[in-house]
């Protein structure tokens, strides 16, 4: 039975850094996608960027870019998002997803919350 | 690819059908369109309800179909129930791309 996990909620204040975690199970981790897709309060879903975590190539929407890292162990199974410097506007709920050919994603995690602020 | 257009709110009755539209899909040089659906529940995370424009992962419900015309998706939930009430988003990519754009959602109100 595939599971995926994501690390707990994170309260930081602006320029810090940060990285969440996504640990899959169930399914040869090595073989699938992995996304990230962000969620701000009260808005709609954002898709950030993927990791092919049998190379770590990587792909990253043109908002995201640039902003944030997303990274993969295979031998954790787990993917990670990192921010060198937070800002206030990284508030939000940030979901991992594992992400299929055809840009379906068929297993999440419960999500972690960030809250960044002074 | 552009962001895809929802309707932001959709309501109807118990029992009734509605629909919700997504608009902007575009195709891959195969001319092929792969649109996906979610369910989100307040305080949840999504769940897929349609993948590939129209087909139905295991233990999501027939009464949930995908279908497409042109450049816009639609969803169709019929016999409404009150668990029915959530946002509903699609999305889509390009099949030459990994590329991923959401729709804005859709809040569907069970009346």
């Known amino acids: 039975e595939v599971h995926v996990v994501q690390s707990g909620a994170e309260v930081k204040t602006p320029g810090e850094s940060l990285t969440i975690s996504c640990q899959a199970s169930?399914?040869?981790?090595?073989?699938?996608?992995i996304a990230w897709v962000r969620q701000i309060p009260g808005k709609g879903l954002e898709w950030m960027g993927i990791?092919?975590?049998?190379?770590?190539?990587?792909t990253y929407s043109p908002s995201f870019q640039g902003h944030v890292t997303i990274s993969a162990d295979k031998s954790l199974t787990t993917a990670y998002l990192q921010w060198n410097s937070l800002k206030a506007s990284d508030t939000a709920m940030y979901y991992c997803?594992?992400?299929?050919?055809?840009?379906?994603?068929?297993?999440w995690g419960q999500g972690t919350l960030v809250t960044v602020s002074s | 690819q552009s962001a895809l257009t929802q309707p932001a709110s959709v309501s109807g009755s118990p029992g009734q059908s509605i629909t919700i539209s997504c608009t902007g899909i575009?195709?891959?040089?195969?001319?092929?369109?792969?649109v996906s659906w979610y369910q989100q529940h307040p305080g949840k995370a999504p769940k897929v309800l349609i993948f590939d424009v129209r087909v139905r992962p295991s233990g999501v419900s027939e009464r949930f179909s995908g279908s497409i015309s042109g450049n816009t998706a639609s969803l169709t939930i019929s016999g409404l129930q009150a668990e029915d009430e959530a946002d509903y988003y699609c999305?889509?990519?390009?099949?030459?791309?990994?590329?991923?754009?959401f729709g804005g959602g859709t809040k569907l109100t069970v009346l």
């Open positions: 169930g399914y040869d981790f090595a073989s699938y996608l």
């Open positions: 575009t195709s891959d040089l195969g001319a092929n369109k792969f």
């Open positions: 990791i092919f975590p049998g190379d770590s190539d990587t």
């Open positions: 999305s889509s990519c390009t099949g030459s791309s990994t590329l991923v754009v």
């Open positions: 997803a594992r992400q299929g050919s055809t840009g379906n994603f068929d297993f």
